[in-house]
């Protein structure tokens, strides 16, 4: 069975940084990392970071100059860096990619970790 399993998430003051890891596991013949998004209490789900298959991103404007989106294809594993954080980062972060499979690319969704952003 092939899946995302996202982690990293956790309790942190307002200021402070948290990595999130997304890894793929299974019969995996190929990884192909989005992005992240997030859905905080009450709101819409929404893009956070993207990047492409050659390596450019983009950022939403509200975590521009706080997150860093990276991927180790090596590793089936792709990463959200959040610096300077805030009360409104609060939400579940998903991270997307497709995975590579015998028989075709899949469109995968992490579980979601929670980070709550909080003094």
């Known amino acids: 069975q092939v899946q995302l399993v996202d982690s990293g998430g956790g309790l942190v003051q307002p200021g402070g940084s948290l990595r999130l890891s997304c890894t793929a596991s299974g019969r995996i013949l190929g990884f192909n990392a989005k992005g992240w998004y997030r859905q905080g209490p009450g709101k819409e789900r929404e893009l956070v970071a993207f990047?492409?298959?050659?390596?450019?991103?983009n950022y939403a404007d509200s975590v521009k100059g706080r997150f860093t989106i990276s991927r180790d294809n090596a590793k089936n594993t792709m990463y959200l860096q959040m610096n300077n954080l805030k009360p409104e980062d609060t939400a579940i972060y998903y991270c997307n990619a497709g995975i590579y499979r015998p028989g075709g690319i899949i469109d995968s969704w992490g579980q979601g970790t929670q980070v709550t952003v909080s003094s």
């Open positions: 990047i492409s298959s050659i390596g450019i991103t």
